[in-house]
C-alpha cells in the first residue's frame, strides 16, 4: 500500500510538485532561524534553571 502511494507520487507529477512545494514551506518554517533560535533559547534556559534550582536547593 505505502509502495503504492510512493509510486503516485512519481506517476502524477503534479502530485509530486504539490508534496514538493507543501514540504518546502513546512522545512522553512520549522527551520526558520529566528524560531531555532528561540526553541534553543528556551531548552537552555530550562536547563540552567533546573540545574541552578537543584544545585540551590542543597
Known sequence: MCAHQIGRIFREREL?????????????????TESVVRRQKAIYQEIVGKTFNYCCDI
Open 16 to 32: 509530486g510538485r504539490r508534496f514538493s512545494v507543501q514540504a518546502r514551506s513546512a522545512g522553512m518554517k520549522r527551520h526558520d
